[in-house]
T-cell receptor, first 116, second 114 residues
Framework: EAGVVQSPRYKIIEKKQPVAFWCNPI?????LYWYRQNLGQGPELLIR????????DSQLPKDRFSAERLKGVDSTLKIQPAELGDSAVYLC??????????????FGSGTRLTVV | DAKTTQPNSMESNEEEPVHLPCNHS???????IHWYRQLPSQGPEYVIH???SNVNNRMASLAIAEDRKSSTLILHRATLRDAAVYYC???????????????FGQGTILTVHP
């Protein structure tokens, strides 16, 4: 099993530029999450998908962030335009059934974004 | 979300047991206690979870207090590879948009000395 795959691993962009992150979850996992992790902090949930539906996007800054999960499999997270404060690690995770508490999350290795 | 309190950091020697505490005095009857850990430059990984009874798996043991207001993650023989940030998380099981949600705190940084 390949695990949750994220790309790119690292990204450096200038402020005001757009950036996109891609996530391929574990096959068969219907729940997908995007988290943001600032340096020295725990991950914070940005958005959660159940199949192709975003069921919790309350923490997603919708003025500049957008996400999609077409066909309920792969997902992309986009920032446009990026700001200096967006520098962080963006983590994707998947779960067999997010609502069932006995299913753990599997995280990818994340994308480290640096905005200069 | 119910909150957890963990020490900022702990240290251990290799091959010794490690007991990582977590306080969750406001836990509700339907909250599961989950533990994740995050190795350097990696995403968090699931360690163990439980509701009321103590749990064991190949990675660790979870001891849950009788009143469920605290729990302890036990690594029986720490190795250098166990050096990580350990997160204790309460996972809501009551429904609504927070159903099953994982909310991370700052965790405990575990340092293992050779």
């Amino acid at each position: 099993e390949a695990g949750v795959v994220q790309s790119p691993r690292y990204k450096i962009i200038e402020k005001k530029q757009p950036v996109a992150f891609w996530c391929n979850p574990i096959s068969g996992h219907n729940t997908l999450y995007w988290y943001r992790q600032n340096l020295g902090q725990g991950p914070e949930l940005l958005i959660r998908y159940e199949n192709e539906e975003a069921v919790d996007d309350s923490q997603l800054p919708k003025d500049r962030f957008s996400a999609e999960r077409l066909k309920g499999v792969d997902s992309t997270l986009k920032i446009q335009p990026a700001e200096l404060g967006d520098s962080a690690v963006y983590l994707c995770a998947s779960s067999l059934n997010g609502a069932a508490t006995h299913y753990g999350y599997t995280f990818g290795s994340g994308t480290r974004l640096t905005v200069v | 979300d119910a909150k957890t309190t963990q020490p900022n950091s702990m240290e251990s020697n290799e091959e010794e047991p490690v007991h990582l505490p977590c306080n969750h005095s406001t836990i509700s009857g339907t909250d599961y206690i989950h533990w994740y850990r995050q190795l350097p430059s990696q995403g968090p990984e699931y360690v163990i979870h439980g509701l009321t009874s103590n749990v064991n798996n190949r990675m660790a043991s979870l001891a849950i207090a009788e009143d469920r207001k605290s729990s302890t993650l036990i690594l029986h023989r720490a190795t250098l590879r166990d050096a990580a940030v350990y997160y204790c998380i309460l996972r809501d099981n009551t429904g609504g948009t927070s159903y099953g949600k994982l909310t991370f705190g700052q965790g405990t940084i575990l340092t293992v000395h050779p």
